[in-house]
């Protein structure tokens, strides 16, 4: 994959995403295969959406080996970092932060496919904050235990620690490493929809998103007890 259209990078983004057909499994209870894969597309492209429009990234990569994550990619008009099948998501990110590192990028944003609510002027505003920082920042996800987004300057500065407490994990690589470690709050980055509680929070927002459309198309409230 070649870098297009700059000669200069400050912030790239990277949306790692699955493979539709392994999506959301826990919202099995109450969304269909074919439903729980439709969704994960139109979150793709709800985060894809904001993360063009809000001005901040010279390059949005989205990693992945899944064949419709990567053509909703490339009609948003974002790059695409192969992946391979079950290589896991902490693997993923560090080869495609490795890569934009040998590229010269001194800056990545690293965030999930499943933050539909994450709005443009959120991103602006943890560019700002990390552009007077630099090193870590973080934002957690609602529950404060998982890791939601992350930016790092340069993009390979600590090793991925995606899974179970990840947001404290990264910290305590963070400070390990002596970086310098901010944490900030973002309400809409924080949502990311992994559980039915979190699908009904979703629909009951009222932005204007591909993912709202979607369940309201579907009818999802007349789902939920």
């Known amino acids: 994959m070649k870098l297009s259209s700059h000669s ?8 790692p995403f699955k ?14 295969i ?13 985060v894809l959406a904001a993360a063009k429009t809000s001005g901040v990234f010279d390059g949005i990569i989205v990693a992945t ?16 970092f192969e992946t391979f099948v079950d290589s896991g998501l902490n693997s993923d990110a560090m080869k495609a932060a490795n890569w934009l590192s040998l590229q010269g990028i001194k800056t990545m944003c690293l965030f999930p496919a499943d933050i539909p609510l994450v709005s443009e002027s959120e991103f602006q505003q943890i560019a700002i904050d990390h552009a007077s920082h630099q090193g870590l920042t973080i934002v957690p996800s609602h529950d404060c235990k998982g890791t939601n987004c992350m930016l790092l300057s340069p993009p390979n500065i600590l090793p991925f620690c995606f899974g179970i407490n990840s947001y404290a994990e990264h910290i305590r690589q963070g400070i390990k490493l002596n970086l310098s470690c901010q944490s900030k709050h973002f309400r809409g980055i924080a949502l990311d929809i992994d559980n039915p509680n979190d699908l009904k929070t979703l629909a009951m927002a009222t932005q204007k998103t591909q993912s709202l459309s979607y369940l309201k198309k579907i009818k999802i409230d007349l789902r939920f007890n």
């Open 19 to 32: 493979q539709v057909q392994k999506a959301k499994q826990r919202l099995s209870s109450i969304l269909s």
């Open 65 to 80: 080996n899944c064949n419709e994550g990567i053509l909703v990619a490339s009609k948003m008009g974002a790059e695409h």
């Open 34 to 46: 074919e439903e729980r894969q439709i969704l994960s597309l139109r979150m793709l492209e709800d």
């Open 8 to 15: 200069y990078y400050f912030v790239w983004a990277l949306i």
